[in-house]
């Protein structure tokens, strides 16, 4: 305990003397930072490791003080393959440090690869992780790790059960179907429960499995809960949420005051959905259901992949990653030496609705902010715009509120307007209409030859406004091999009060938060002209109809301290 809270203690003098950039140490490394000739899109307060391929988030935990991120690493390529579990830890969910891979694949039961998991925090406090290994048959089996030494705060050595597999593909299970654990979940009836991903016929489904000491585990006679419409479940996550306010709730909660949140990852895309989970018969029931009516429930309706939730117990906060894939193709990734960021860690909560989830950015990355710009009340008349200046427009954080005028001049709603992301490709942020396009084009070049569009408009339906949240990559790269789709989706706010829109632009990624977070958009970006100081950022409306900007805050974004646990040096200071 003693050398524990030494070490704690010089890592936290170290992040407060060094506040600021910080580069790495060996030579390796040096060309990964950001720099506006050789990595004009590696980022600055994203997570990244040093190096290589990164995908699925994997065990995230609070442990003794301490922040764990693990992930899908490929050691030795930019390319997916040779999968380990990168580790990462932290005291602030910003700062990181690198370490050593926790989980290798060593065995027959993991040989080929040491897949997506989750960690779970025992009686006693003592964490363990779940995991699926690739076995020398290319089955997918699920296995246990624990920590060598409880005493290290890093935690940096895990040791491998001597009765893996725990759970093997029998009884008609695909064994190439069949993965990506849950965090546990304790029942009422002290027996442990755990979800794992699947289909039967096709169609997705949540194994669930349970034990009573963790080590034997028995397959239940009906999974938590499946679809007909959907494929393959990939990354399941399973946990509740308060319906009484925005605190997290720890995984095995249950009962009165609570939802429960199943979500699951397919068609390349992250959806949930919310019910209620009856712990004495282990039932799950929900309305809608994935994939029913109109309402299709998604985390982020850009890139955002295979996400990963975990309680917070220091602040009673549920937190939520997604692994954020590049979109400029596997010779781009090989040429620039890695591949893949996770998205800025999002506090996860049940809307005031209770029909949705809300996302906000930690409160932790506002710290990184600073030459804050203000302004209030400024009137955007329509065809017009105005830069956003005195910020560093490639690294930033804007926060505006747009109140809207003569709302009943709005278009009408078509009924055969269903899909969102085909209407922001069709009414692109250069297609004028009355109540919007409004918004903000960020990573723009001075031209506006390149820039992204994140931006509303608002449609009148039968009874009610419709608001439409897009970010339109159409012109945000000269590059011809970047993919450029728009994104889309329908934000359930009401106009009449305001449409609040938070742009975190980190050089190659914009995550946006529309309605204070019920809407979520993140799109990578691989500008040509518009990097570093070229970058701009800019407010438009192509609308009609004037809009007023109630308020708009917009701040220059520090760069987080992400560096090897051993290689460590005095940071540059900007």
Not at 264 to 285: K, L, M, Q, V
């Amino acid at each position: 305990m003693e050398g524990y809270l030494f070490w704690r203690l010089i890592l936290q003098i170290f992040f407060i003397a060094y506040r600021g950039p910080v580069g790495y140490s060996h030579e390796v490394q040096k060309d990964l930072q950001y720099n506006p000739k050789n990595q004009p899109h590696r980022t600055a307060y994203h997570f990244q490791p040093p190096k290589n391929w990164m995908n699925d988030p994997n065990g995230p935990m609070y442990y003794k003080g301490i922040y764990h991120l693990f992930y899908q690493y490929n050691p030795y390529s930019a390319v997916w393959g040779n999968i380990s579990w990168g580790h990462s830890v932290s005291y602030n969910l910003v700062d990181w440090i690198h370490i050593e891979q926790a989980i290798n694949p060593t065995e027959p039961y993991d040989i080929n690869g040491c897949w997506s998991g989750s960690a779970s925090i025992l009686p006693g406090g003592n964490p363990v992780i779940l995991y699926t290994g690739s076995d020398f048959r290319n089955r997918q089996v699920q296995n246990i790790a624990v920590p060598k030494n409880l005493s290290d705060p890093y935690l940096r050595e895990w040791i491998k059960s001597d009765h893996n597999p725990l759970m093997t593909p029998m009884n008609g299970i695909d064994p190439q179907f069949f993965r990506d654990p849950t965090t546990a979940w304790e029942g009422p009836d002290k027996i442990w429960r755990v979800v794992v991903g699947s289909q039967i016929k096709g169609h997705g489904t949540a194994l669930l499995y349970q034990s009573r000491d963790f080590v034997k585990w028995t397959r239940s006679h009906r999974p938590l809960h499946f679809s007909n419409k959907t494929a393959m479940w990939e990354c399941p996550d399973f946990y509740p949420v308060s319906v009484d306010g925005i605190n997290g709730l720890d995984t095995s909660v249950q009962g009165t005051g609570t939802k429960h949140v199943l979500k699951a990852s397919f068609n390349d895309r992250d959806y949930y959905i919310i019910g209620t989970y009856e712990p004495e018969t282990d039932t799950f029931s929900v309305n809608p259901d994935f994939m029913d009516s109109n309402v299709k429930l998604r985390y982020d309706y850009g890139i955002f992949y295979a996400s990963k939730t975990f309680y917070d117990s220091a602040k009673r906060r549920r937190i939520l990653w997604g692994w954020v894939l590049e979109a400029d193709g596997e010779p781009d990734d090989v040429n620039k030496g890695w591949s893949g960021l996770q998205s800025l860690p999002r506090s996860i909560f049940l809307d005031k609705t209770g029909k949705q989830l809300s996302q906000w950015p930690i409160e932790e990355i506002e710290t990184l902010r600073r030459k804050e710009v203000n302004l209030q009340n400024k009137e955007i008349k329509g065809g017009t715009m105005f830069e956003i200046t005195g910020i560093t427009a490639s690294q930033a954080d804007i926060e505006v509120s747009f109140h809207l005028r003569n709302l009943d001049e709005a278009e009408l709603m078509h009924p055969e307007w269903l899909d969102p992301q085909f209407l922001c490709s069709e009414k692109n942020a250069a297609t004028g209409g009355v109540i919007g396009p409004f918004g903000i084009l960020a990573l723009a070049s001075k031209d506006l030859t390149e820039h992204t569009a994140v931006f509303f408009r608002v449609f009148r339906g039968h009874d009610s406004y419709v608001v439409l949240m897009c970010s339109d990559q159409n012109r945000s790269s000269l590059r011809e091999e970047v993919n450029k789709s728009a994104f889309g989706a329908f934000v359930d706010v009401n106009p009449v009060e305001k449409i609040s829109l938070r742009s975190l632009i980190d050089h190659s990624i914009i995550e946006s938060f529309g309605g204070e977070g019920k809407t979520c958009i993140t799109a990578r970006v691989y500008p040509k002209l518009a990097i570093g100081n070229e970058s701009h950022v800019y407010v438009f409306n192509n609308g009609t109809e004037s809009i007023r900007i109630s308020n708009l805050s917009a701040w220059s974004m520090k760069r987080a301290q992400i560096f090897p646990l051993h290689k460590r040096r005095k940071p540059e200071i900007d």
